[in-house]
């Protein structure tokens, strides 16, 4: 048996310039965190032929061009050719349609685990490259590559998106000071409402394609503002990402009307008047998880929990997409 585990993540800067359609033109650069939740492959060679399929649905089939799950079937197709006997199981932390990246974790674990299984094993970059080709090539999803490189590299880490989609990585310079913070003062709430980040995204690629300069533009300060973050955590100034955080979100907002909604809204001001400096709808927005950065965490998830919402503590992952058994 083969068991591997992908982290999921939050961004901390420049979300939504990991796009093609904004970085083959204009260049993107995040900063994304890997934290400790996680989306687990675990494979196996059954006894009988065929594809055993184990997720929120169960497949048995004989030919690869049969299984319904796209990224299940894109993968075992761009890794070996039929005739396969395998059996996949997934099993998660948080549910998907959350904001955190599950989609992209797990069709990174899912390729370093039949790398394994197949006896070709991919480095850190193959797999996040290969994962990316699945889900943005092969399945022409309006999905990024922040989330696939965030989930294989791990850490609190910096990406340039060059214009040739070759992409830059290079870890966040933190002192362990900054760290600790980070991991006490950024909280995470959720808002109940679970989406599919699809249509938002596919509403911004497709601006983005016809050039629409508000949301080029939009993307050009949301740009600025993670480079910006960059500066800031490598300087020590953790209460800055905060406001930083805050005026993100505002800009977010402007970029599509489905980003929040009236009870978003209250959430979101009832937790800067309880000890938020600022925060954001992490991931394509819509619902799933509320990021702030708290000056005072106890007061704002006291005041968050009598709201109705459960906080999702967290520390962060630096192993990236790693075998947990072979």
Same mark, same amino acid.
């Given at each position: 048996?083969?068991?591997?585990? @992908?982290?999921?993540?939050? #961004?901390?800067?420049?979300?939504?310039?990991?796009?093609? /359609?904004?970085?083959?033109?204009?260049?993107?650069?995040?900063?994304?965190?890997?934290?400790?939740? +996680?989306? +687990?492959?675990?494979?196996?060679?059954?006894?009988?032929?065929?594809?055993?399929?184990? +997720?929120?649905?169960?497949?048995?089939?004989?030919?690869?061009?049969?299984?319904?799950?796209?990224?299940?079937?894109?993968?075992?197709?761009?890794?070996?050719?039929? !005739? *396969?006997?395998?059996?996949?199981?997934?099993?998660?932390?948080?549910?998907?349609?959350?904001?955190?990246?599950?989609?992209?974790?797990?069709?990174?674990?899912?390729?370093?685990?039949?790398?394994?299984?197949?006896?070709?094993? $991919?480095?850190?970059?193959?797999?996040?490259?290969?994962?990316?080709?699945?889900?943005?090539?092969?399945?022409?999803?309006?999905?990024?590559?922040?989330?696939?490189?965030?989930?294989?590299?791990?850490?609190?880490?910096?990406?340039?998106?060059?214009?040739?989609?070759?992409?830059?990585? #290079? !870890?966040?310079? $933190?002192?362990?000071?900054?760290?600790?913070?980070?991991?006490?003062?950024?909280?995470?709430?959720?808002?109940?409402?679970?989406? /599919?980040?699809?249509?938002?995204?596919?509403?911004?690629? /497709?601006? #983005?394609?016809?050039?629409?300069?508000?949301?080029?533009?939009?993307?050009?300060?949301?740009?600025?503002? &993670?480079?910006? /973050?960059?500066?800031? $955590?490598?300087?020590?100034?953790?209460?800055? $990402?905060?406001?930083?955080?805050?005026?993100? *979100?505002?800009?977010?907002?402007?970029?599509?009307?489905?980003? @929040?909604?009236?009870?978003?809204?209250? *959430?979101?001001?009832?937790?800067?008047?309880?000890?938020?400096?600022?925060?954001?709808?992490?991931?394509?927005?819509?619902?799933?998880?509320?990021?702030?950065?708290?000056?005072?965490?106890?007061?704002?998830?006291?005041?968050?929990?009598?709201?109705?919402?459960?906080?999702?503590?967290?520390?962060?992952?630096?192993? &990236?997409?790693?075998?947990?058994?072979?």
């Amino acid at each position: 048996m083969i068991i591997v585990r @992908s982290p999921l993540r939050i #961004t901390l800067g420049g979300g939504g310039t990991d796009l093609p /359609s904004y970085y083959r033109n204009h260049g993107g650069a995040l900063i994304s965190a890997a934290i400790d939740k +996680y989306v +687990y492959v675990s494979v196996i060679r059954p006894f009988t032929p065929g594809i055993f399929l184990k +997720y929120s649905h169960l497949e048995h089939v004989d030919r690869v061009d049969d299984v319904q799950h796209p990224i299940m079937r894109e993968t075992l197709r761009s890794m070996a050719p039929d !005739p *396969w006997q395998i059996e996949i199981t997934t099993l998660a932390d948080i549910p998907s349609g959350t904001g955190l990246g599950s989609s992209g974790a797990f069709t990174a674990a899912l390729v370093k685990a039949l790398s394994a299984f197949e006896k070709k094993p $991919l480095d850190t970059g193959d797999i996040a490259r290969t994962a990316c080709e699945i889900e943005i090539d092969r399945l022409a999803s309006p999905v990024g590559k922040q989330d696939q490189y965030i989930s294989a590299y791990g850490g609190i880490t910096c990406f340039q998106f060059h214009r040739n989609d070759e992409v830059g990585v #290079t !870890p966040l310079k $933190l002192s362990r000071e900054t760290l600790f913070d980070l991991e006490d003062n950024l909280a995470l709430f959720f808002t109940g409402f679970d989406r /599919s980040a699809s249509s938002i995204l596919q509403d911004q690629d /497709s601006r #983005t394609k016809k050039d629409e300069a508000a949301v080029i533009d939009n993307l050009h300060f949301v740009k600025e503002l &993670g480079l910006r /973050s960059q500066r800031a $955590l490598e300087a020590g100034r953790c209460s800055e $990402l905060g406001e930083i955080f805050h005026e993100h *979100w505002e800009v977010k907002k402007r970029r599509s009307g489905a980003m @929040s909604n009236p009870k978003i809204d209250a *959430w979101y001001a009832l937790a800067r008047a309880n000890g938020a400096i600022g925060g954001k709808l992490v991931g394509a927005g819509g619902g799933g998880f509320l990021m702030f950065y708290a000056e005072n965490r106890r007061k704002l998830a006291r005041a968050m929990a009598d709201a109705g919402l459960e906080e999702l503590r967290f520390r962060f992952d630096f192993d &990236g997409t790693r075998i947990l058994l072979q």
